[in-house]
């Protein structure tokens, strides 16, 4: 299906394209942007409402900027379509977040105008600051920085911490505060009350607007002008709101709130904030899903729609004639429920992804026993931490990717200190469209490393429920990680009974003859697909599902290792350091020499695609897995099958 842009964006090809148009034009560009957006996510997917909000302000920005010379960051980047789309990429966008296509965040080697690769939030005014450092350092005066954070992101310390830097670096930097009181669940915390208290605040703002259209009736020169607005401004916020003086005492010069949507308005102010120097936020307010009703009113449903029909608005569902095995979030959501039901010291922790993590049914049913903390991965992880302390058992549920922003507490507030956290990583393995900045394929190797830490991974819902039921009985005394990827599962009816499983013992599902598969986590359900077929050329591999990575189930090692002589492991983690490297280690302490070979995420980045692109492409899919034990096995069924 071809998607046609409209007749004016049709013609930009390039910011400079855009300049070439006259002001009152601009609108129009933003109606085009906005459908432009609209018609290509509904056929073929992506974010959604994130992008929606910021066209008016990413129109602007390059209509002003002097784009990729001015640098331009975008925290996140869920809202960067409208960007890639007037830089260049607009007839290329269909394939976003595609196999081999363009990616669904910035990214530096995609286009000149990505000046940073983002997929993790809060990280933008610290990269900016560095870009105006350079400048400033190499005698660039005119280059100018912007960048663009949402109010969600703006929760993280690491933007505090370049807030706090950037008021006293003395650089040209613009902090643009895109505040819509969203991230992909509602914002929460006393900094969105704080925002609140600024944009709701009808004194502040009817004096404020009142002082700035007095200055520019009167008979002065422009430097006076702006001169006098600042320090009636300083004024102004210290009088009517304590809240705006947050940023001000971070020695950044505050203007706003203003309306995010009002292109000329966002166009004449950016002029004039772009001829000031120093280190500045403007404050934007901005309606996340801005132009399609149905994103505006639900914009937690509409962040990642999948397919829909614009008109209707339908979400299209797959549908199915059987029952269909639930996603291993909801699994998670509802088993947490019951073992607090059973156990009042459970506890649950997320940070900003409640619906992503479904900890929301818990948030719903146990307001004071479940918590988001906002995108604040570091305090969810020494929270949980001092909930232990206490006697709690708490589930801090964090995406395998965002965990590692949080390795310090790790290491140093639950490991050190031997306490029973119980960390769920969900999205671990490849996850798919969101590509390398949020594939979990480092966890098992890092988390494996530490001291005192209990790494696991189910391979269906049932043992999912198993590890989370032994993880929070009170002989568990050591922090314990659950990890299990994106989607769904393979059990239509997975709500089986709680049964203890014994730290470090994995189990046989399988005898066989010659060669064994070890398999770690959800794989093993593509080990078990590769057997059925391997049937077929008279090969009978045994099927070990281990469970954990750490502790190893020794005994259940020197079993597979004494009775065959060929060895695959797979794992849907990076090979180096993984669950693999742990069996070598034992041959090794053993002086096992098993021919052996492992499988899992090879030591590159691994794009985007669906996973089951990428897992066939890093070598650990059921087919992958089929040739290896083909190839390891070629003598028993010719040589002539390998050419």
């Not at 595609?98 to 286009?111: A, H, N, T, V």
Request: net charge neutral.
């Amino acid at each position: 299906m071809e998607i046609i842009p409209g007749p004016l964006l049709k013609t930009i090809d390039s910011p400079a394209d855009l300049k070439k148009l006259p002001r009152e034009k601009l609108h129009q560009v933003c109606d085009e942007l906005r459908q432009y957006i609209i018609d290509v996510v509904s056929v073929h997917g992506g974010h959604f409402g994130a992008s929606l909000g910021v066209v008016e302000l990413t129109t602007a920005l390059h209509y002003v900027y002097n784009t990729p010379s001015d640098q331009l960051v975008w925290d996140v980047g869920h809202q960067a379509y409208g960007h890639k789309i007037l830089t260049g990429r607009r007839d290329n966008f269909a394939t976003n977040r595609k196999y081999k296509g363009l990616s669904g965040f910035p990214k530096r080697s995609e286009s000149e105008y990505d000046s940073f690769g983002v997929g993790h939030s809060s990280t933008s005014i610290s990269a900016a600051l560095g870009m105006a450092m350079a400048a400033k350092y190499k005698g660039e005066t005119d280059k100018k920085v912007v960048a663009v954070i949402g109010d969600g992101a703006m929760t993280a310390g690491l933007a505090f911490e370049a807030m706090n830097h950037a008021g006293v670096a003395d650089t040209d930097i613009l902090i643009i505060l895109n505040d819509n009181c969203m991230g992909i669940d509602p914002n929460v915390g006393a900094l969105k009350e704080y925002l609140t208290d600024i944009t709701t605040s009808p004194t502040y703002n009817k004096v404020k607007d009142d002082v700035w259209k007095l200055l520019g009736k009167l008979p002065v020169g422009k430097n006076f002008s702006r001169a006098m607005g600042h320090k009636l401004s300083e004024g102004l916020k210290g009088m009517v709101s304590s809240s705006a003086n947050l940023f001000e005492a971070l020695k950044l010069r505050y203007f706003g709130p203003i309306d995010g949507h009002n292109v000329a308005k966002l166009v004449d102010t950016l002029k004039d904030l772009r001829e000031i120097p120093g280190p500045k936020l403007l404050h934007v307010l901005t309606v996340k899903g801005k132009g399609y009703a149905l994103a505006e009113k639900d914009q937690t449903k509409w962040h990642a729609p999948g397919l829909f029909d614009k008109v209707t608005g339908e979400i299209y569902k797959k549908k199915f004639d059987t029952p269909q095995p639930p996603k291993y979030q909801d699994v998670f959501g509802y088993s947490i429920i019951e073992l607090a039901e059973q156990n009042s010291k459970v506890f649950g922790i997320t940070p900003a992804m409640p619906s992503g993590s479904s900890l929301k049914f818990m948030m719903e049913k146990m307001p004071d026993r479940a918590f988001d903390v906002g995108i604040c991965e570091q305090h969810a992880v020494t929270l949980s931490a001092g909930l232990a302390t206490q006697g709690m058992k708490v589930f801090c549920n964090i995406y395998s990717s965002f965990m590692q922003r949080a390795y310090d507490q790790v290491v140093h507030d639950v490991a050190i200190q031997q306490l029973p956290v119980i960390f769920c990583l969900d999205r671990a393995g490849l996850v798919g469209d969101d590509g390398p900045t949020h594939h979990g394929a480092y966890d098992i190797a890092y988390m494996r490393c530490i001291p005192n830490m209990i790494v696991s991974a189910p391979m269906n819902e049932s043992q999912l429920r198993n590890l989370m039921y032994t993880a929070q009985l009170p002989s568990t005394n050591f922090p314990f990680v659950i990890r299990y990827p994106r989607g769904e599962g393979v059990m239509p009816e997975w709500k089986t009974p709680f049964e203890e499983i014994a730290i470090g013992k994995g189990r046989r599902l399988r005898e066989g003859k010659d060669i064994a598969i070890l398999s770690f986590g959800h794989p093993g359900n593509f080990a078990a697909s590769a057997i059925r077929e391997l049937k077929n050329d008279g090969l009978n591999p045994g099927h070990y599902d281990m469970r954990f990575a750490k502790p190893l189930d020794e005994e259940l090692l020197h079993e597979v290792l004494q009775r065959y002589e060929k060895i695959i492991t797979v794992e849907d983690g990076t090979v180096q350091g993984g669950f693999g490297s742990a069996v070598l280690e034992f041959m090794a302490q053993y002086g096992y020499k098993n021919e052996i070979r492992i499988l899992g995420i090879p030591d590159t980045i691994v794009e985007h695609g669906t996973p089951k692109e990428l897992q066939h492409e890093c070598g650990y899919d059921a087919a992958a897995i089929e040739d290896a034990v083909r190839k390891i096995m070629k003598e028993k069924i010719g040589v002539n099958i390998l050419s």
